[in-house]
């Protein structure tokens, strides 16, 4: 059954300073559906965010909600809330009153506040904190109880601005399965708001992964991972080598000087393509049985998995190997037709998917501020 579009964004655009930060974008949001905006630091997700909520009016374009123009409505007009990365609880009031702020706001019955809080509390797991001090509670705490008092209004959508930023590794990971099932529960529309592609495939039913102000691609994770439509998307979502390679006829790619059978067709005939192949689908072989040949250059362990790099006629391929090589070795690489994607070029190509210059494109994108921090 279709599902029915609750927010529609069409043709929107919004500069701020002379500088576009939305170029044009339209996107169409599902009723009931886990939505999260992914992308690098100023690629547009939040302004995009803030657009939705009320907090910013676009240039260009309009915003629809339930076919309704909403594009001069004000925030608490809309059948929104939004959940920030700092939470703006009031110190002064305790857990019950906090969540119960926006009931008492709409003059609803003393008695419903009590039934609706409680319900909330139970839905983040906070039962019995109702006369608790928010200043008293531990981070994790009081993103529970910031949740709680957006959910307690039954708002059509909830907006999440990067709202486990502040928390530690294994909280974040705990608290992405309850919003995953709190999504579940309410049957609200969420739109979550992260720059962690983890966060965002773990998630998500549908990812719309951002870039430069413009929408790249739009999927399920699955989707977006294991058919990315740029080198960007490739890149971003996970690890990737991506070489160039000439399409030579359907089925048929070459690249790093040896052709494949790939899965791939519908490109012209000697079409210049980027090739992209995952880390953990490479075999490695004995340098006779590879399809291509190369020296490993670094080995790192990882736990689950050894990471090696590999120079491959000067270009750098990223393996993943539950088999250990070491530093130095002469290996041969074999790849399956399946493992093989092929995308049309794009502004992203050349940009990533090099081995050699992983560290500095990485800080790049995740923090322009931070020392850069280059690999032998």
Known sequence: ???????????????????????????????????????????????????????????????????????????????????????????????????????????????????????????????????????????????????????????????????????????????????????????????????????????????VVMANGQIQQIGSPTDIYNEPENAFVADFIGESNIVDGVMLKDFKVRFSG???????????????VDVVVRPEDVDVVAPENGMLKGIVTSVTFKGVHWEIIVDIN???WMIQTTDFVAEGEHIGLYIEPEAIHIMNKSEFSGMFGDYSSFSDELDQLSDPTEPEDEEE
């Not at 339930?66 to 110190?91: C, I």
């Not at 040896?258 to 210049?272: I, K, M, R, S, Y």
């Open 1 to 207: 059954m279709e599902k029915k579009v609750i927010i529609n964004l069409t043709d929107v655009s919004k500069s701020y300073d002379g500088e576009l930060i939305l170029d044009h974008i339209n996107l169409q949001i599902h009723d009931k559906e886990f939505v999260t905006l992914l992308g690098p630091s100023g690629c547009g997700k939040t302004t995009t965010l803030r657009i939705i909520g009320g907090f910013e009016t676009p240039d260009t374009g309009n915003v629809y909600f339930d076919g309704k123009s909403v594009k001069d409505v004000p925030p608490h007009q809309r059948p929104v809330n939004t959940v920030f990365q700092k939470y703006a609880l009031f110190p002064h009031l305790n857990v019950f009153e906090n969540i119960a702020f926006g009931l008492r706001l709409k003059k609803t019955p003393e008695e419903a506040i009590r039934v609706k809080v409680k319900e909330a509390l139970s839905l983040v797991n906070l039962k019995g904190f109702e006369r608790r001090r928010v200043t008293t509670l531990s981070g994790g705490q009081q993103q529970r109880v910031a949740i709680a008092r957006a959910l307690v209004n039954e708002p059509e959508v909830l907006l999440l601005d990067e709202p486990l930023g502040a928390l530690d590794l294994k909280l974040r990971k705990d608290m992405q399965n309850e919003l995953k099932k709190m999504q579940k529960a309410t049957g609200i529309t969420f739109i979550y708001v992260t720059h962690d592609q983890e966060e965002a495939l773990s998630m998500s039913d549908i990812v």
């Open 258 to 272: 040896h052709t494949f059978e790939c899965v791939d067709a519908g490109f012209e005939p000697n079409q210049l």
């Open 314 to 316: 000067g270009f750098k």
